[in-house]
């Protein structure tokens, strides 16, 4: 008997117990009665923990491991491991032979595949072959407001906690220096999608304490960026280049600094958001608030941040995009737009990460400052608006963009909540 699924839909079967339970027996004839599955384990080892059993006349408290084929104990190796001698009971689909714990016990084994509800397999068919933007397109709406928000209030915790990974990366790279760490977020988030990457090596290439030193000069600043960025490295007659150019190679020779290795991308962006603009508005922000990161964890709300923000770039910049070819004059100051984005990807998760480091629990400032930015306009958000969900802030919107890609995009219904519901109902 074959069965055509992942599984975690055995897992997902077994957690709701959606199977018969009636005259449960083991392959070896004994009887079953489950009085507890056991909890999900989202880590290694068995898949569910804390389970109670009643095997014949005793009662057995221990793991539940769940396959499809219970060759699949042997194949996964789950013989040779001691972690699993705690395994009471091994539920399969199909059942090919018999296996024993490390230990030499034999393992007792419950098939269930001629007992699952149809009726289980047909809404998860149902939900997967959707084509739709997401599985539940048609359902997700038969859910209450606060069914839909409870797993988004999760979601948005799930995306501040991946960047803390990230964040975590540059405090031990930098030997636990909070303002070093907080300084690769900025300069990270000033890159945009495009060339994150690149800024980020930018960052490492550029430390915090030699911006210090040069930060009540912008033309410093600038050449340190520019150079390090590898966009001083051809022959321009540009007067402003060339003092640039020049200033870099004084200061590489003293410092010993090297280029980026990363290659910056120019192709298929607006002219605002181009390398050149953003390492300009890169280095007047260093410049013009240089005290900005001990700002952020002592300023109450995003206004009061923001208003530090209100600066000029240099005057060669408000008729250039590039070096060298002249443009229409223009201000190139950090717009509002901008400053919502510095926010949601990297002021917001590096309070996030500095708070809960140090109170060990969840940042209620970060999520205020999300509460306080506008929806992200993009088509995700759009399409997640046209279903009807509600995204009246960037919190929303960053919740439904992790919803979208972590769980939608790739189907996976049966780690999601929304679709865990929407299959039990």
Known sequence: MSFGYKEDLL?????????????????????????????????SGPDFENAELKIGN??????????IDSKDWDSHKHNKDSSYNNVVLHVCYNHSKNVCREDGTLLP??????????????KYDALLSNKSFVPCENQINALSSF???????????????????????YLVSSNGNWNEAFYCAIVRAFGMPTNAEAF????????????????????????????????????REDNYYVGL???????????????????????????????HVKIAQLAS???????????????????????????????????????????????KSISTAFINHLFINSIVPFVFFYEKNKTDIDSERALEYLESIPSEQNSIVSKWKSLDIECKNAQSSQALLHLYKYYCKPKRCLQCNIGKKLLLR
């Open 200 to 235: 980020e090596e930018l960052a490492i290439k550029l430390p915090l304490k030699l911006i210090q030193q040069h930060q009540k000069s912008l033309f410093q600043l600038e050449a340190l960026f520019f150079g390090i960025a590898g966009l001083l490295k051809e022959s």
């Open 147 to 169: 069914e839909q928000n409870s797993w988004l209030n999760r979601m948005i915790i799930s995306r501040l906690e991946q960047r803390c990974e990230l964040y975590q990366s």
């Open 11 to 43: 897992q997902f079967i077994w957690e709701h117990q959606l199977y018969n339970p009636r005259n449960l027996k083991t392959e070896t004839g004994e009887s079953v009665t489950i009085l507890k599955q056991g909890y999900l384990n989202q880590n």
């Open 285 to 331: 922000f260093f410049y013009n608030v240089p005290h900005f990161i001990s700002h952020v964890l002592e300023l109450p709300g995003t206004k009061d941040v923001k208003k530090i923000l209100d600066f000029e770039l240099s005057d060669y910049w408000s008729s250039h995009y590039s070096f060298e070819k002249t443009s229409t004059v223009r201000k």
């Open 58 to 67: 005793n009662t057995f408290y221990g793991s539940v491991e769940i396959h």
């Open 245 to 275: 150019q020049n200033e870099y190679s004084f200061l590489s020779k003293k410092y010993g600094l090297v280029t980026i290795h990363t290659q910056l991308k120019f192709g298929r962006m607006r002219p605002m958001n181009l390398p």
């Open 109 to 122: 084994t419950l098939v269930i595949g001629d007992r699952i509800s149809q009726s289980s397999l047909d």
